[in-house]
């Protein structure tokens, strides 16, 4: 699982950072909200474990720009602040989940577990997209009532820029992608299925982020 850790706290930061690498997943830590928010903009992560006091402001604020604009990553919120009220502003401004310092890695480690699962097992909706209709679970896709067939691999691709529609997804990202599906992937390969994409759903359907990745189009 790719995490954005936001945290100021040295101690604290190297030590989930290091946790959460012991278990396998890839940590970018930021110790300020304006870091944040530009690792944020360019990487589809997967997680946020997000301090609310930090330097350059509240984190509920970063938090509430990434619901503002529909990005619907999990969000763990790890903080000193114990207070009934403060648990409640953060889980009405959009977190999942709530963890009080100090608190256990092990504790922090099956939280992680548990929005995984929780997310993991949601089915994705049907979605619209100019003319196209895509029902990501049934693996269909029609335009004015015409099939669209894709490949598994195709399919693969689409998966990964849906499931953070309107972000930037890597394409180290789309690679993990098509490596799960058993593919061989070359240096070009990931523009050859983005390429095929937009032949089949349209040219405008996909947008290239020079030297970033590829954002699937709102609308």
Do not use: C
Not at 11 to 32: C, E, L, M, Y
Request: avoid cysteine.
């Amino acid at each position: 699982m790719r995490i954005l850790l936001v945290e100021d706290d040295k101690a604290i930061g190297g030590a989930v950072r290091d946790h959460a690498g012991s278990q396998g997943h890839a940590v970018d830590w930021s110790k300020s909200l304006a870091e944040a928010e530009e690792l944020a903009s360019v990487i589809a992560y997967e997680l946020v474990l997000l301090d609310l006091h930090l330097p350059d402001g509240n984190g509920l604020s970063f938090l509430k720009t990434l619901r503002d604009r529909a990005d619907a990553v999990p969000v763990i919120v790890l903080t000193a602040r114990d207070q009934i009220s403060d648990r409640i502003a953060g889980l009405n401004a959009g977190a999942d989940d709530y963890l009080v310092k100090p608190f256990n890695l092990d504790e922090l480690s099956a939280r992680i577990h548990a929005v995984a699962r929780r997310y993991g097992q949601n089915v994705q909706p049907r979605l619209a997209i100019g003319a196209l209709r895509i029902a990501p679970a049934e693996r269909i896709v029609t335009r004015e009532d015409r099939s669209i067939d894709l490949t598994a691999r195709e399919w693969a691709v689409l998966d990964r820029l849906l499931s953070r529609q309107g972000a930037i997804v890597s394409k180290a990202q789309i690679e993990d992608a098509l490596y799960e599906l058993g593919a061989e992937v070359e240096s070009n390969t990931v523009e050859v299925y983005v390429s095929r994409l937009r032949k089949k759903l349209g040219g405008e359907i996909i947008t290239t982020v020079r030297g970033v990745g590829y954002r699937i189009t709102n609308t």
